[in-house]
């Protein structure tokens, strides 16, 4: 069966770095687009980027943009999401999703089917 799994979340200082990452099983992540959404206490889910499988562009969200970077490594059937500079603001839980589709300049929650469990990323001092 189709699976997703996240990883490398944790707590970090203002200004500090994560790497997440998303682990396709059960299927072949090379055709598929891969999003991340996140869910901050007490507000609604919201999309944070995807990427394409074909030429593997890239949609952020506004607040993340120049901040946060994917990527995917088709061999390893994984995908990444850099977070550099990180905020409070960005303490959530965040998802990883795919679906086989083309994804573009919004990050939508129902455009994915698949989802991770989520992994929690906390920013304070």
């Known amino acids: 069966q189709l699976h997703v799994v996240e990883s490398g979340g944790g707590l970090v200082q203002p200004g500090g770095s994560l790497r997440l990452s998303c682990a396709a099983s059960?299927?072949?992540?090379?055709?598929?687009?891969i999003g991340w959404f996140r869910q901050a206490p007490g507000k609604e889910l919201e999309g944070v980027s995807c990427?394409?499988?074909?030429?593997?562009?890239?949609t952020y969200t506004g607040s993340v943009k120049g901040r946060f970077t994917m990527s995917r490594d088709n061999a390893k059937n994984t995908a990444y999401l850099q977070m550099d500079g990180l905020k409070p603001e960005d303490t959530a839980v965040y998802y990883c999703?795919?679906?086989?589709?083309?994804?573009?300049?919004?990050?939508?929650?129902?455009?994915?089917?698949?989802w991770g469990q989520g992994t929690q990323v906390a920013v304070s001092s």
């Open positions: 059960g299927f072949t992540l090379e055709h598929y687009a």
């Open positions: 990427i394409n499988s074909i030429g593997g562009t890239t």
């Open positions: 999703a795919t679906e086989s589709f083309y994804c573009s300049e919004t990050v939508l929650v129902h455009e994915y089917a698949y």
